[in-house]
């Protein structure tokens, strides 16, 4: 296949690395190589260059650059502020409260926290996937010791109401007394969404470098200072001692330019993939009946499309769109290939035989109306032919599962 002629739909699983990302990090893998921690010049370069990249990273968080701690990734940084967190507190609490809609990288530390006696609640959401504040302040007991939601949903793209979220934590906290640490998993949200941290009053913020034009393998954890919080991995006293191990260099440069630009941007690409995003969904509900949007129809980011298609196989569907030269995904690329179904579009009350016919559209900086209308024919197409393979598949009666 032509690669320059593929259409790109798969942001949310990952970006490429942009050109001024490669170029700030060149330097960091041959001429400045030193390991930071060492006393020599060349070790200097790669220590100052590390903390100019932990302020860029504070200047967008408006965090402390104390507060910033790199790492490997998002799994990483879910996993160490929920383990991190629950382990500092567990004298005080065993109970932690996230959603259903979690990525697995929150959902399974929790699930292995479970099994060392810490009890959580998965909160339900909405049929749009939206969480009610007020079902989180409603949960926390005396032994709650870590609040976990989400900022966006890497499936159906919903946005999550953060900032009410820890208002109303707030407020129990000073009812009871002391404040339960709040994370939120921002992975998805970095490019699109204001990453503020004393605007949306959390304690702990996962990002992950390569859902924002940066490398894979890298990461950042923001630790509020005053968080009670133990590290997960042990070695070396690196980033404070909260993160031992050799730190990447040029993976650390490479995180805080990309996501320095991503913020310069913000506006400008949210504009575009909108603009894009609802000439898609208004493409796609128009030209197939028995079709469903997923997520919510406002609070949703701006360059995530989920649909399910009645009477479709939705793995079919990626295969047929890959074979015209168009990457997409059904639900998320971490869970592509396991057996079950999204477990996001469970907790929206899907039918399951529904769930299977999904379609994960995410758009980038470089999308262009072009790509929309390509992947636009192209699911038309693939969709009418598999359901006129499905000889039973009811003729249409004009009005959509629903048309958000
Ligand atoms: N959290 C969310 C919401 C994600 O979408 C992802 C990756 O898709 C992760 C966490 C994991 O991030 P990483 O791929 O950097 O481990």
Redesign the pocket.
Known sequence: MDEARLVYLDH???TPVCSTVLEAMMPFFQKSFGNPSSLYPLAADSRRAIENARSQVAEVLNCRSSEVVFN???????NSAIRGVAQALRARGNHIITSSI?????LNVCHSLEKDGFNVTYLPVDGFGLINPSDVSRAVTERTILVSI?Y???EIGTVERIKEVSMLLRERADYLGYAIPFHT?A??AAGFLDLDVQELGVDLL?L????FYGP??C?VLYIRTGTPYEPTQFGGSQEQGRRAGTENTAGIVGTATALHLAAEQRQSVSEHCLRLRDTLIQGILARLHGTKLNGHPTLRLPNNAHFVFEGVDGEALIMGLALRGIAASTG???SAGSLGPSHVLEAIGLDRELTWGNLRLSLGRDSSSEDVHQLLDAVEQLVHGQRAEENDFPVPTGSPLASC
């Open positions: 949310a699983a990952t490997s990734g998002g799994t990483e940084s879910d979690e990525h697995y990288a929150v989400m966006a949903n890497n998993d992975v998805q996962s992950s470098a390569h859902k894979k393998g990461g998320s690329a971490c």
